[in-house]
């Protein structure tokens, strides 16, 4: 049994000093105690946050990073930049690069991610000859760096509302929702059981799958299974949603029956009051991703009027132009202290619960409050960097960045130290190795 004993334990956001956590085999908290002094054979860790829970990933994204933010433009012309990248991807490019932003995102105080994947099928639409080769990449990125994967697999049927799929975008369909369902199940099969890598489910868009669709993907999957969707990201979604069915995005997932609390909804930058209470009525996760809807000029989205109509708050890194819990903590408050133009919107513990506890919520990886029966995934912060020295433990989601991350734990197993995996696999030289396979 692994013990670690830490200094200060930031527990629902307060402080506890001197704690010790007993873990047991499968990786979870078995004991926890506090208020004690260390024993000799305790990993002796400082002041230490949950594990953060990165609920919004396009692993292949990264690339882009440092090469459009010049341009000018909006989302519409940044995704023609994305569909490039996309049909450079198989299975080989896809592992080395989704291994590298992983391991970045581990070293940076991720334990766990959502990927929200569509890229299943090579550049025309065929499929490789290995089933799910670029499912099974993911999750042999994900092992191989020791980061919780939770495969988000994506429905992707059409171009537009009531339009085919572009040749940019064969690479994401499966023709029908049946077929889809077909491949999720066999892929569940195959990737077996394990604690770090679980399969989830995600419907595109309401611009990318047909309201007959998604009724069949909601009765096709398990009803414990996850399921995430982005939403009204941008206004020309809201007015093509509108124009074709009369519905906004939100009120046509109503008409369905889709809003329930397994539901994770991404972006809702652009609602109406009715959408952020229907949303809020079925305790609807929202997944706000601040870095990226900042560089990608989405707008602000009502966060913290979505907090107070009942829909939790999570947080993603979405297309890992920045990776840093810390900077999608800040980024989601600042947007909202600009929006207001008053301070403290939400509490440091509050940014704290949305960037892990609720993050592992609506990936469907069950309590991390850091008790007995959760899993003992753990972040290591120094407070005597530049950017830390002097903060109180509460106020760190404040002034800590990536960079002040010393060791990470998952399952009771310590996975990087120092910037870098503990087999010595530094994420700078994983990501110069992927991007020069990919040529960019």
């Not at 198989?90 to 690069?97: G, K, V």
């Not at 939770?150 to 085919?164: K, N």
């Not at 950017?387 to 404040?398: D, K």
Request: aromatic share 6%.
């Amino acid at each position: 049994m692994n013990v670690f004993y830490c200094d200060t334990l930031l527990i629902d956001g307060a402080p506890v000093p001197g704690v010790r956590l007993e873990v047991d085999a499968a990786g979870r908290i078995a004991r926890l105690q506090a208020g004690v002094a260390a024993e000799a054979a305790d990993m002796r860790l400082g002041t230490v946050l949950p594990g953060f829970g990165n609920a919004h990933s396009h692993a292949f994204h990264r690339a882009l990073r440092g090469r459009t933010h010049g341009e000018g433009g909006d989302f519409w012309l940044w995704r023609e930049r994305m569909y490039r990248v996309a049909a450079q991807l198989d299975p080989d490019t896809y592992q080395a690069l989704a291994t590298a932003v992983f391991a970045e995102m581990l070293v940076s105080g991720y334990t766990a991610v959502g990927e929200f994947h569509y890229v299943h099928h090579r550049a025309d639409g065929a499929p490789y000859e290995q089933e799910h080769a670029m499912e099974l990449a993911l999750a042999a990125a994900a092992r191989a760096v020791g980061i919780r994967l939770v495969l988000l697999d994506t429905v992707y049927l059409q171009g537009g509302i009531g339009r085919e799929l572009t040749p940019e975008q064969r690479a994401f369909g499966d023709s029908t929702a049946d077929r889809w369902l077909a491949r999720w199940h066999s892929l569940r099969t195959r990737l077996g059981g394990d604690d770090l890598v679980t399969l989830g489910a995600a419907l595109h868009s309401v611009r990318a799958v047909t309201p007959d669709a998604m009724r069949d993907v909601l009765d096709g999957l398990p009803a414990e299974i996850p399921v995430h969707i982005h939403l009204s990201e941008q206004p020309q979604e809201n007015a093509d949603c509108l124009s074709t069915y009369g519905l906004t995005p939100t009120g046509l997932l109503d008409s369905l029956g889709a809003l329930a609390s397994r539901l994770s909804v991404v972006h809702a930058t652009h609602l109406s009051d009715d959408d952020r209470a229907a949303l809020g009525d079925a305790g609807v996760t929202v997944v706000m991703c601040p870095t990226t809807e900042a560089d990608l000029g989405d707008g602000i989205g009502p966060a913290l009027a979505l907090a107070a109509a009942g829909s939790p708050i999570a947080l993603g890194s979405d297309q890992n132009a920045v990776i840093d819990p810390f900077l999608e903590m800040r980024g989601l408050e600042m947007g909202e202290r600009l929006a207001a133009q008053r301070r403290g919107r939400f509490s440091p513990a509050a940014l704290l619960w949305a960037a892990s506890t609720t993050g592992y919520a609506a990936l469907g990886l069950g309590r991390h409050r850091l008790q007995p029966g959760d899993p003992c995934d753990l972040v290591e912060i120094d407070p005597t960097s530049p950017r830390t020295v002097g903060s109180t433990p509460g106020q760190l989601p404040l002034t800590a960045t990536a960079s002040d991350v010393r060791r990470v734990v998952v399952g009771g197993r310590l996975v990087a130290e120092c910037g870098q995996l503990v087999d010595g696999a530094q994420p700078a030289t994983l990501l110069a190795d992927a991007l020069a396979r990919l040529g960019a």
